[in-house]
């Protein structure tokens, strides 16, 4: 057995888990480190939330509403820009503890590459790039949700920077695998799968939608079947380029990360499941060494992929 049988690759980067905190769901690195017996030490990488060329206030309330096995968001990108990022956030984060992502986000490509530039001279360690953002120049259509449009983003943030770059793919689409071919060309080293699904809420007592936005993301276990199939579509792709893939969507429990890695991925995102239980991260690392040992693997890396069909 290697010295941490937890210990994965991805995109260059060494991880101390294949855990991932997935960007939204920890502030900027510093939120859950208050909480007792919470440490970034457990997770290899932490993604930053969503970053915008200026600063952003987000959307009007409400912005969370609590569905059964799920919980819809629409925050809206609340950040402060992305100098205040590098400039006073990211010198106040413990790089010794574990990697540490951006989450680039924008209204128009040329915000994209801007932003990502900004990051590339800074010491974060990858960048992710957010396509599920509205196209503000181009009535309105997420960037995301149409593969030519993802490229154009892509090929322009990668331009910007020579930091490994992760593209997040929305599952609000009708052709992920296209998504992702056509990303992997544009130079992504890696895909993060998936964001949120859309959805919404309704007040029967006063007919009006629950969250202020109308609409918003949905995450949980709620939607956890649907982004395993669109790991395993996204691998079939991604694998021919040895391009790794972040596994997320509904992740609480150790089984769940494990049948994501099985299914194609090299990491595992939690999200949703941190509001539960603060110290989740912990208990799945525990549950992924114990299904090691039972299962006579030296490395998490052996079960990326290993579906048997």
Known sequence: MTNNPLQTEFCGMRLASPIVLLSGCVGFGEEYTRVEGFSNADVGAVCLKGTTGGSRLGNPPHRVYETPD???????????????????????????????????????????????????????????????????????????NDPDMSARVVAACRAQTSKPLITKLSPNQTNIQENARLCIEAGTDGLSCINTLMGMAIDTATRKPVIGNVQGGLSGPA??????????????????????????????????????MIAGASAVGIGTALFYDPLVCRKINAGLLDYLQRNALESVAELTGSLQL
């Open 70 to 144: 799920g919980m819809l968001n629409a925050i809206g990108l609340q950040n402060p820009g992305v100098d205040t990022v590098v400039d006073e956030i990211l010198p106040g984060l413990d790089f010794s503890e574990t990697r540490f992502i951006a989450n680039v986000s924008g209204s128009t490509v040329e915000e994209y590459e801007r932003v990502t530039k900004r990051f590339d001279d800074s010491d974060i360690d990858a960048i992710e790039i957010n396509i599920s953002c509205p196209n503000v120049k181009e009535g309105g259509v997420a960037f995301g």
């Open 223 to 260: 939607i956890k079947p649907i982004a395993l199939l669109k790991v395993h579509q996204v691998y079939q792709v991604a694998r021919k380029h040895n391009v790794p893939i972040i596994g997320q969507g509904g992740i609480t429990t150790v089984n769940d990360a494990i049948e994501f």
